[in-house]
């Protein structure tokens, strides 16, 4: 896989994965969060895997363990980053900037007491 094939790869898997998380915090049936859980394990595998190929088609032949690790974070975290941009900067469109805040919120399981509810920070659903 090239270098942009990886890096196109790497920012819609990312994005995908994004939007799936704030919309299973977001959801409001089990159902429904268990649905965007999948497409979110499915898509974040997918960008851990482009992002491996975005180092291996910088840094090949020679890769050593470290070099290829740093590599790949670093794509992981850059193909995130802008996932996070591409995604409030939709909200903007949409006229929903100020709900960005909250649905990101709902989307992580890691907060400041610990894991959070599963699927999200917002009570589940019965």
């Not at 649905?103 to 019965?126: E, K, N, Q, T, V």
């Amino acid at each position: 896989m090239g270098l942009a094939a990886a890096l196109a790869t790497l920012l819609v898997s990312s994005t995908v994965t994004l939007w799936a998380a704030m919309s299973a915090g977001r959801a409001t049936t089990g159902e429904v969060r268990y649905g965007w859980l999948a497409v979110e394990f499915v898509t974040f595998f997918a960008a851990l895997a482009a992002s491996a190929g975005a180092s291996v088609a910088i840094a090949n032949p020679n890769v050593d363990a470290l070099g290829f690790f740093g590599l790949d974070v670093v794509w992981t975290v850059v193909g995130f980053g802008i996932a996070g941009i591409l995604i409030y900067l939709e909200y903007a469109r949409r006229g929903r900037r100020d709900s960005f805040g909250s649905d990101l919120r709902g989307s992580l399981w890691l907060g400041r007491g610990g894991f959070s509810r599963p699927f999200g920070g917002r009570p589940r659903p019965r």
